[in-house]
């Protein structure tokens, strides 16, 4: 009995120790690595001088990958020809093979930003950089400053800061053809910039939203912003850039025919002024007119009756540039007319309703022309048409939850060929005030300065604003949709009722915009009161 016991108390500890096997035979993985690669050595060690070679190797304690290189890499001053840097794939050596000729007497700094990673948690060794001299000493001047947008409240990222030596050779155009002698970027903080290893001197400070990442200022495509005058190397001065996008200079596209009565001539630049005159002969009864299309920079060239030639010939005249163009012409016919609204959906009680046709409108019979509401009762209205835009707009009292239908009988709109319109109707509704949100904006000066507030949006649209007067201190912005906004105060100091950018080769800043620091949180049927004062 004793040892049939035993027997039983045996197998019972013979099965908990396979019990216990088991549930050491399931790993659960461990803690994961957050542990960046560790630098061993350089050669030749970091911040050497009198560099002669064209190779350096970097020794790390674990596998290494470089991610993102050609995105996170900066050489300053830049080499003509890349460097050439692996590991392509992994390895615990990095080595860099230089491909150019390198200057003498000079400090050079390789920057790798967050691209070294280790293999296997991607792991960055933040901000590597290799510094060396072909001479003597190591430069070891640096400029300082910070980034702000023109128009954003924030920054871009990735804001590329640039010098460029002001020697015999200097001139204004050199940011456009030629590489900078120093650069860095803003990889830590869009906010701010630091260009390390310089040599004493005078410069000229640059930074670029470098879209094409070249190094070199493209109006069409780069933001850009500098110190109107040359700084001097070492300075204890902080500088800000101020990024913007300049407005290009004045060029025509190629010019195409639509169909046989329509050319479409597009523009680059301030087209304001630009003037279109047909030089091929013309019938005696030929008339023309020209409307601005609504979205981008082209104007319509409309003409009747038909020429019958395979291409006309046109002069163009804006600012006193004369271009002469041909246009080869399509043969297909022209655009009958059709109206059809801007917006649609509820109308704001300080909305106008507009309408815009496929052809150039000509004559407006409000006799053809009805607005009522959803009781049918006609509701008085004003008009007005802007020509060059070729829109239409109607205003008229609007009460709250209301529906309305536009109706433009035949021979309400006559357009430049003579057709007129079928008939065609418009809805639209109104919403309740209750909808709405409201805001008194209070702005206090230091000085008297004619200004522009803003409502935009978090993505910087625009929403409403309004231009002020002579000592206006109280803004209100009536019938804003919930939502968060910023407001924007534009400095107009020109006082053109707009916004001017700046140009980099006339040294011209653009007019400077603040923000009220908090963002707003405009609500339905609630008036919010903020106060803002401009030292």
């Known amino acids: 009995m004793k040892g049939k016991f035993l027997y039983i108390i045996f197998l019972v500890l013979l099965s908990l120790s396979f019990v216990d096997c088991a549930k050491r035979g399931n790993p659960d993985g461990g803690a994961r690595d957050t542990i960046p690669p560790v630098l061993l050595r350089t050669v030749p060690e970091n911040y050497s001088t009198n560099f002669k070679g064209n190779e350096i190797t970097v020794y790390f304690d674990e596998y290494i990958k470089l991610k993102d290189l050609q995105q996170q890499l900066i050489i300053s001053p830049p080499l003509e020809n890349q460097p050439t840097i692996t590991p392509f794939s992994t390895s615990k050596v990095l080595k860099i093979v230089i491909n150019d000729t390198l200057k003498d007497n000079t400090t050079y700094s390789i920057n790798f930003g967050n691209s070294i990673v280790d293999n296997n948690e991607e792991n960055p060794f933040e901000f590597f950089k290799y510094v060396f001299s072909t001479g003597s000493y190591i430069d070891s001047l640096k400029v300082q400053g910070t980034i702000t947008d023109a128009l954003k409240i924030n920054p ?26 120093y650069i860095a970027t803003t990889q830590r903080d869009p906010e701010k910039f630091e260009i390390e290893n310089i040599k004493e001197g005078t410069y000229l400070l640059v930074g670029l939203k470098d879209n094409n990442a070249n190094y070199t200022f493209e109006p069409k495509t780069d933001k850009i912003g500098f110190v109107s005058h040359f700084i001097d190397v070492p300075a204890d001065t902080s500088y800000r850039l101020n990024l913007f996008k300049e407005i290009p200079e004045y060029k025509l596209a190629r010019p195409s025919s639509l169909n046989s009565q329509k050319i ?22 030929f008339e023309f007119s020209i409307t601005k299309d609504l979205k981008s920079d082209s104007l319509y060239y409309w003409f ?41 959906g509820a109308l704001a009680f300080d909305e106008r309703f507009q309408v ?20 049918t009762l006609s509701i008085q209205f004003d008009f007005d048409f802007d020509q060059k835009r070729n829109v239409l707009s109607f205003d008229f009292e609007k009460a709250e939850r209301q529906l309305y239908t536009i109706t433009f009988f035949p021979e309400a ?11 065609i109707s ?14 008194a904006f209070n702005l206090e000066s230091a000085k008297s300065l004619p200004v522009i507030v803003q409502l935009v949006t978090e993505n910087g649209e ?74």
């Open 356 to 375: 815009t046709g496929t052809t150039p409108l000509k004559s407006i019979d409000t006799n053809y022309i009805e607005i009522v509401d959803k009781d």
């Open 304 to 344: 009747q009756p038909k020429i019958d030639s395979d291409s006309l010939q046109f002069q163009l005249t804006n600012r006193g540039q004369i271009d002469t163009l041909m246009v080869r012409m399509q043969k297909t016919e022209r655009d009958s007319l059709t109206l059809s609204a801007l917006k649609t």
């Open 156 to 181: 871009e990222e990735k804001v590329t800061v640039m010098l460029y030596e002001v020697d015999e050779n200097y001139t204004d155009s050199v940011v456009y053809i030629k590489k900078p002698l």
């Open 413 to 423: 709109i006559t357009d430049f060929f003579g057709d007129v319109n079928d008939t």
């Open 426 to 439: 418009f809805k639209t509704n109104t919403r309740t005030t209750a909808d709405y949100g409201f805001l």
């Open 264 to 285: 479409q001539f597009g523009y680059e630049g301030v087209g304001d002024s630009l003037k279109i005159k047909l030089l091929s002969n013309q019938p005696d009864d």
């Open 462 to 535: 625009l929403r409403k604003e309004i231009l002020g007067m002579e000592k206006q201190t109280t803004f209100n912005f009536e019938n804003i949709i919930p939502g968060n906004y910023y407001v924007r105060i534009v400095i107009d100091e020109n006082q053109n009722g707009k916004w001017d950018t700046g140009n980099f080769l006339k040294r011209e800043q653009p007019e400077e915009v603040t923000y009220f620091p908090k963002l707003l949180d405009i609500r339905a049927n609630w008036t919010l009161n903020e106060t803002f004062r401009i030292e």
